[in-house]
């Protein structure tokens, strides 16, 4: 297979041109004719353009790629080799969502031909791939998993608006249903990894190495936050006790914040809901995830007791909230616990500012129902540093003041001005 794709006699479709899917279709592109697909059109048409809807990479990127990209099933069956990356989120009870992926192999299920391989790049609990997709392309193809058709597992590794640890030098995971598709699977993921594949025995053991990634960070984020709530009763700051521990050998150096996204703050579940289907419920992973997804309230009701305490008129309280994102310089708004802690805020009637230079405002009043501000005004009883944006990280104190009230608070959630703010009063994880 490898070889055919090199010599351009078949061709690769990744299906989901997402922040994940996208710069793989690309980087593939230099090597081999390749297929881009996704089922939305507007975003099709903007890569046509050669435009990123997710605003992670420059136009020259789309220079001199051998790639198609299309909304067009029948265009779809042409290739041979398809790699889904597609999203798998959470639901509002906290459940794994499978549609997206069970979707995309229902329509790659459909074009479907004995001698293909079909390779998941999407998050998911251990025994999805071989448990759940691939019964759906068995069903819409008539062929045999296994058999008529290769499956495998390459957990995607993309950190959006990270520009150091990319595709080509970040190791790649691989696995397949058997020896051979495990050879022909990372051979085409060493044509762009430069650094090299780490070749798991088994589908599951791709599927988990992955999941526990995330819920790795999750837990030890969960237990920073909690100590920050314990310090901050104490009096004393998060940021300089991490400090002072991180000068022994073996300490790990996390932060507290907020959790949101659509990895750490969703995988955790994937891998609780499988320990619930085999008759184990989750006590360590399941606490964590419970701490950070009380974040959002706790620093909404830390910034209105500030209000109530120093606020001359709390009833007309006014807060700016810096940031909407679910990271420092993306635009991406997915599971953002800022937005969490906006709505907290409102159901204390208290006026909430909500700006971000990156997240589209359509977005995130679609998505959340919230409205932003193009522009920052004055008279704040609170300023929230939500996400570290690169403008944000600019301001001088003399600017805050200039856009607060005397006795205003400054909450600074990622730590970034400590030590450098003396006449607002300030407040930090």
Same mark, same amino acid.
């Given at each position: 297979?490898?070889?055919?794709?090199?010599?351009?006699?078949?061709?690769?479709?990744?299906?989901?041109?997402?922040?994940?899917?996208?710069?793989?279709?690309?980087?593939?592109?230099?090597?081999?004719?390749?297929?881009?697909?996704?089922?939305?059109?507007k975003r099709v048409e903007m890569m046509m353009r050669n435009e990123d809807p997710s605003k992670e990479l420059e136009s020259e990127m789309f220079a001199g790629?051998?790639?198609?990209?299309?909304d067009d099933i029948n265009v779809l069956k042409e290739a041979s080799f398809f790699i889904v990356t597609v999203p798998t989120p959470v639901d509002d009870h906290k459940v794994p969502d499978l549609t997206p992926l069970e979707k995309a192999s229902e329509t790659v299920g459909k074009v479907l031909k004995k001698g293909d391989y079909v390779i998941y790049e999407s998050t998911t609990y251990p025994g999805c791939t071989e448990e759940d997709c691939m019964p759906i392309l068995e069903q819409f193809s008539g062929l045999k998993g296994k058999v008529d058709f290769k499956i495998g597992y390459s957990p995607e590794r993309i950190n959006p608006g990270d520009k150091q640890h990319v595709l080509n030098?970040?190791?790649?995971i691989v696995s397949g249903c058997d020896e051979e598709s495990l050879n022909e699977i990372a051979a085409v993921y060493e044509s762009v990894v430069k650094v090299g594949v780490h070749r798991a025995p088994n589908i599951k053991v791709a599927e988990a190495g992955k999941i526990?990634?995330?819920?790795?960070?999750?837990?030890?984020?969960?237990?920073?936050?909690?100590?920050?709530?314990?310090?901050?009763?104490?009096?004393?700051?998060?940021?300089?006790?991490?400090?002072?521990?991180?000068?022994?050998?073996?300490?790990h150096k996390y932060t507290p914040g907020l959790v949101g996204g659509h990895c750490i703050g969703v995988d955790p579940y994937y891998l609780t809901y499988k320990a619930q289907q085999l008759g184990y419920n989750s006590k360590v992973i399941a606490s964590g995830r419970f701490v950070n997804d009380e974040m959002p309230r706790y620093v909404a009701k830390k910034i209105i007791q500030h209000i109530i305490k120093y606020s001359p008129n709390a009833a007309d309280a006014k807060v700016l909230v810096l940031g909407a994102t679910f990271k420092e310089d993306v635009a991406d708004i997915r599971n953002s616990k800022?937005? &969490?802690? /906006?709505?907290?805020?409102? %159901?204390?009637?208290?006026?909430? &500012?909500? /700006?971000?230079?990156?997240? %589209?405002?359509?977005?995130v009043k679609h998505e959340y129902g919230l409205d932003m501000c193009s522009s920052i005004t004055n008279g704040y009883d609170a300023v929230v540093l939500a996400v570290a944006h690169k403008p944000y990280k600019e301001f001088t104190e003399e600017y805050l003041l200039s856009i607060c009230?005397?006795?205003?608070?400054?909450?600074?959630?990622?730590?970034?001005?400590r030590n450098k703010i003396s006449q607002l009063k300030y407040w930090s994880l």
């Open positions: 297979m490898y070889q055919s794709l090199i010599n351009k006699e078949k061709k690769l479709a990744v299906v989901g041109l997402g922040y994940v899917g996208l710069p793989l279709a690309l980087e593939l592109a230099a090597h081999m004719n390749v297929i881009g697909f996704d089922i939305n059109r790629k051998n790639i198609v990209f299309t030098n970040t190791v790649k526990i990634e995330n819920t790795q960070r999750d837990l030890n984020i969960s237990l920073m936050n909690e100590l920050s709530i314990i310090f901050d009763r104490i009096g004393i700051n998060t940021y300089d006790v991490v400090e002072a521990a991180g000068t022994k050998w073996n300490f800022v937005a &969490d802690m /906006v709505k907290e805020l409102l %159901d204390y009637n208290v006026q909430v &500012d909500f /700006v971000d230079p990156h997240a %589209d405002a359509h977005e009230r005397k006795s205003a608070l400054f909450a600074d959630l990622k730590g970034i001005y």
